[in-house]
């Protein structure tokens, strides 16, 4: 590291209290210019940051921190990282590439998407954790920001009414993947996936489902479909609590390449989609 950055750093922290804290940013987020989730994006932050805090006390559930390479100043919700007493150690001198941060271009979505209409139907292979776009384009309803977030609106609504489960059991030879036997409670193995699950408007077609299995069996590579249920919860809640992700850059996000959004998120572990702590 250039010496007058060291030095830079260096003159932060003096400057701050000693009692000072700092939030180890744990999932992908946005520095808010103000303690709302319509407020602008200062810039975009990714995991693994030690952030200063400003403020000791939170405001609508936001915290002041500092970014110590920048100086840049905003807010960060409380849930995207951990808070610790005390400031950080200094950054090594030496700089690591492979390490280095993913840049703001890394979180790019794609503008738009080509939905439904799959290639093919048969010899279908999963790779890494993600679909054969091919087969498993995803495929979106017309529902709105507001309906899927309305506390009225319940998944069940929309499950089983366009394919059945005897059209669904079909997407496991479509992968070329044994239907596991008994594949319940704790010996769940695999899941007829929703590409884009039903929670973020996904549609219940063949074009968006997929078999999604554990680390492990036959072979499989890459996460599995509990990693991407915290995800898909992770992502209901910035499209309707958090409201810095829009419903169409969910959408995209999870239909282009779950993964890679998942990993830049820090590979969020989200059971409780309201709070997502």
Same mark, same amino acid.
């Given at each position: 590291m250039?010496?007058h950055r060291l030095?830079?750093l260096? /003159?932060?922290?003096? !400057?701050v209290?000693a009692?000072?804290d700092?939030?180890?940013?744990?999932h992908?987020?946005?520095?808010?210019?103000?303690?709302s989730s319509?407020s602008a994006?200062i810039v975009?932050?990714?995991?693994?940051?030690?952030?200063i /805090?400003?403020?000791d006390?939170?405001?609508?559930?936001y915290?002041?921190?500092?970014?110590? *390479?920048t100086g840049? *100043?905003?807010?960060?919700?409380?849930?995207?990282?951990?808070?610790y007493t005390?400031?950080p150690?200094?950054?090594p001198?030496a700089s690591n590439?492979?390490n280095?941060?993913?840049t703001?271009d890394a979180?790019a979505?794609?503008?738009s998407?080509?939905w439904g209409n799959p290639?093919k139907?048969t010899g279908?292979?999963?790779?890494?954790?993600?679909?054969d776009?091919?087969c498993?384009?995803? &495929?979106?309803?017309? *529902?709105?920001?507001?309906l899927?977030?309305?506390a009225?609106?319940?998944t069940?609504?929309v499950r089983?009414?366009?394919?059945?489960?005897?059209?669904?059991?079909?997407?496991?030879?479509?992968?070329?993947i044994?239907h596991?036997?008994?594949?319940?409670?704790s010996?769940?193995?695999?899941?007829i996936?929703?590409?884009v699950?039903?929670?973020?408007?996904?549609a219940?077609?063949?074009p968006?489902?997929?078999?999604q299995? !554990?680390?492990?069996?036959?072979?499989?590579q890459?996460?599995?479909y509990?990693?991407k249920?915290?995800?898909?919860?992770?992502?209901?809640?910035?499209?309707?609590v958090?409201?810095d992700? !829009?419903?169409h850059?969910?959408q995209i996000q999870?239909?282009?390449?779950?993964?890679k959004y998942?990993?830049l998120?820090g590979?969020?572990?989200?059971?409780?989609? *309201?709070?997502? &702590?």
């Amino acid at each position: 590291m250039p010496t007058h950055r060291l030095l830079a750093l260096m /003159l932060l922290f003096a !400057s701050v209290s000693a009692r000072a804290d700092y939030l180890d940013l744990k999932h992908a987020t946005s520095l808010k210019a103000a303690p709302s989730s319509d407020s602008a994006t200062i810039v975009k932050l990714a995991p693994e940051m030690k952030l200063i /805090l400003v403020q000791d006390q939170q405001k609508n559930g936001y915290y002041r921190v500092k970014v110590p *390479e920048t100086g840049q *100043e905003g807010w960060v919700y409380r849930t995207m990282g951990r808070r610790y007493t005390g400031l950080p150690e200094l950054p090594p001198s030496a700089s690591n590439a492979d390490n280095a941060p993913p840049t703001e271009d890394a979180f790019a979505v794609p503008i738009s998407h080509k939905w439904g209409n799959p290639a093919k139907s048969t010899g279908c292979r999963s790779v890494n954790g993600l679909p054969d776009p091919d087969c498993t384009p995803g &495929e979106i309803t017309d *529902e709105t920001t507001d309906l899927i977030c309305s506390a009225t609106f319940h998944t069940g609504s929309v499950r089983n009414k366009t394919t059945s489960q005897g059209q669904k059991n079909q997407v496991y030879p479509m992968y070329g993947i044994t239907h596991p036997v008994h594949n319940t409670g704790s010996n769940q193995v695999c899941e007829i996936d929703h590409l884009v699950p039903l929670e973020l408007g996904g549609a219940d077609t063949i074009p968006n489902l997929w078999s999604q299995c !554990s680390p492990g069996y036959e072979n499989w590579q890459g996460p599995g479909y509990k990693d991407k249920d915290g995800f898909e919860n992770y992502l209901w809640f910035h499209v309707c609590v958090n409201r810095d992700i !829009s419903l169409h850059d969910a959408q995209i996000q999870i239909a282009t390449n779950w993964r890679k959004y998942w990993e830049l998120a820090g590979k969020p572990e989200c059971r409780n989609r *309201e709070k997502c &702590e």
